[in-house]
């Protein structure tokens, strides 16, 4: 018999309370030795998605690594959009080693995990593969992560992906959680976020409010029926 298509998401797709957004040692001595990606589009990325995670009500655990001691403070980007929130540092590589960030994972009990973070090949590889193995769901951000080579990315992203992750992108991740541009209460949020953060899509979603009061799949239409 033919299959029968609903118009409903796939289960695999992302909503702002299925899953719990980790992001790790975003910080400045991690940032130096970047190279995979520029430290501007680096903070760039990292701000939309820790943005559109608060304004989507996404839980979230932030940590760090010898924070006082050696790599220094967290990026601005992410504080802004979390002001309030606990940020827990650690002296393990591997974030699943840290007892009180595993704490917080169980305490949240979600069994999707969206990761992010400095760098690549150490600190995201460590806990991905560890989540998988304890039958985790694992995606990754991979253009808010970066590593000390383009080489050292590559070749984390593809380890990542054999055993299992799913990768996506920092816009890709905020448009995964509106879905809808009919979505009044959050496509403001939506779009604000994208006009600031989102590039050259955001330029574009200045260029066409501004010019001619454009907006996108009918919404205005949808906000005021």
């Not at 999707?112 to 090949?121: D, N, Q």
């Not at 600031?196 to 979603?205: P, V």
Request: glycine share 8%.
């Amino acid at each position: 018999m033919p299959i029968t298509a609903k118009p409903t998401p796939a289960k695999s797709l992302l909503s702002p309370k299925d899953h719990t957004l980790i992001l790790i040692d975003h910080q400045s001595q991690m940032a130096f030795a970047t190279h995979s990606i520029s430290a501007t589009e680096l903070r760039t990325n990292t701000a939309l998605v820790a943005h559109a995670a608060a304004g989507f009500g996404v839980s979230t655990i932030l940590t760090t690594v010898a924070e006082k001691s050696f790599s220094g403070p967290i990026f601005s980007e992410i504080t802004e959009a979390f002001p309030r929130a606990e940020v827990t540092d650690r002296t393990s590589m591997n974030t699943w080693e840290d007892a009180n960030v595993i704490k917080r994972v169980n305490a949240i009990g979600k069994d999707r995990l969206v990761f992010a973070g400095l760098w690549t090949s150490v600190c995201i590889v460590g806990p991905t593969l560890s989540a998988l193995d304890q039958g985790y769901e694992v995606y990754v951000i991979a253009d808010a992560c970066g590593d000390v080579s383009a080489e050292a990315h590559a070749r984390a992203m593809e380890r990542m992906l054999q055993a299992g992750v799913r990768p996506m992108t920092s816009l890709q991740y905020m448009l995964e959680l509106q879905r809808d541009w009919a979505r009044a209460e959050t496509y403001d949020l939506t779009t604000g976020i994208a006009k600031k953060y989102g590039g050259a899509y955001g330029l574009g979603i200045i260029y066409a409010k501004t010019m001619f009061g454009a907006s996108e799949g009918g919404h205005e239409e949808a906000r005021h029926a």
